[in-house]
């Protein structure tokens, strides 16, 4: 990473200056996304802006620049950085004030950085499948909106870290509705299940394009809410996000998914993906 879109610029991080009382800082009040690259090519730029609109619009953060600015600048500072693989970050705070709760005035401009980073390797555990747990789901009731009050998210990574898993699932009242950073698919009788795109979960890219191929190639995908033991009762699980694209879940608080590694519908939805991408 040698530069960074600072606003309209595109400066070293060596220049970047973060207000102190930019209200990202002191309370969350800002919104991200975090858009893949591969082989030197964005992956579905336009609807991660389309979301960041959207998450802007119910935080009441005024959008600044528009998309053509926008998209050009990132493509730009992809090139800067020679990113061919990895993702841009780009995040948008209310801006700096004077630390009071209440929004400041007119005066006071949103914030826009962004940077580029490469990725790992994911291809080990796309092939193998991951280990995961269950916990409590215990944030807050807007989990569409993707801003950066993440305090909920990092706490149940922590946990699934602390436990030798890759990812936390969380449950709201026995419902599952995603893992701390990703979106969660059941397969049941070769009908694939994921918690509905509403208030309780973040509508991901990844989510929204594996259910639009699934349905090309006459998969049943429903979108309805299902329970923990349905999880553990599943034939298959996956995860999906951007970076991690498509990720089987072989163990759920040490039972066995299924057979216990990936299923044949979780690795053709991984080839269709890739194809994608690729």
């Known amino acids: 990473m040698?530069?960074?879109?600072?606003?309209?610029?595109?400066?070293?991080?060596?220049?970047?200056?973060?207000?102190?009382?930019?209200?990202?800082?002191?309370?969350?009040?800002?919104?991200?996304?975090?858009?893949?690259?591969?082989?030197?090519?964005?992956?579905?730029?336009?609807?991660?802006?389309?979301?960041?609109?959207?998450?802007?619009?119910?935080?009441?953060?005024?959008?600044?620049?528009?998309?053509?600015?926008?998209?050009?600048?990132?493509e730009k500072l992809q090139s800067l950085n020679g990113l061919q693989n990895g993702m841009i970050y780009l995040q948008i705070t209310r801006g700096a004030a004077s630390r009071v709760h209440h929004f400041p005035g007119s005066d006071v401009p949103p914030v826009l950085i962004a940077y580029t980073r490469e990725m790992n390797d994911n291809s080990f555990i796309q092939k193998k499948g991951v280990e995961c747990i269950t916990t409590e789901d215990l944030r807050w009731l807007r989990c569409d909106i993707k801003s950066l009050n993440l305090l909920g998210n990092?706490?149940?990574?922590?946990?699934?870290?602390?436990?030798?898993?890759?990812?936390?699932?969380?449950?709201?009242?026995?419902?599952?509705?995603?893992?701390?950073?990703?979106?969660?698919?059941?397969?049941?009788?070769?009908?694939?299940?994921?918690?509905?795109?509403?208030?309780?979960?973040?509508?991901?890219?990844?989510?929204?394009?594996?259910?639009?191929?699934?349905?090309?190639?006459?998969?049943?995908?429903?979108?309805?809410?299902?329970?923990?033991?349905?999880?553990?009762?599943?034939?298959?699980?996956?995860?999906?996000?951007?970076l991690i694209d498509v990720v089987p879940v072989r163990k759920i608080n040490d039972y066995n998914i299924g057979s216990g590694v990936p299923g044949s519908i979780t690795i053709g939805i991984q080839q269709i993906f890739n194809t994608l991408i690729n």
């Open 2 to 74: 040698n530069y960074i879109l600072y606003d309209k610029n595109f400066i070293t991080i060596e220049d970047l200056k973060i207000d102190m009382e930019d209200r990202g800082y002191q309370f969350g009040d800002g919104i991200y996304e975090v858009i893949g690259v591969y082989n030197g090519k964005t992956f579905k730029m336009i609807e991660h802006l389309n979301r960041l609109e959207r998450s802007a619009k119910e935080l009441q953060i005024d959008f600044p620049h528009d998309f053509r600015f926008l998209k050009e600048s990132l």
């Open 154 to 242: 990092v706490l149940a990574k922590q946990k699934a870290v602390e436990n030798n898993s890759f990812e936390a699932i969380l449950c709201r009242n026995e419902i599952v509705t995603e893992g701390s950073a990703t979106n969660v698919f059941i397969v049941k009788n070769g009908v694939l299940y994921t918690h509905p795109a509403n208030n309780y979960i973040l509508n991901g890219i990844t989510r929204s394009t594996v259910i639009e191929q699934c349905r090309k190639m006459n998969y049943k995908v429903e979108e309805k809410p299902f329970k923990t033991q349905d999880l553990l009762d599943a034939d298959e699980a996956f995860l999906t996000g951007t």
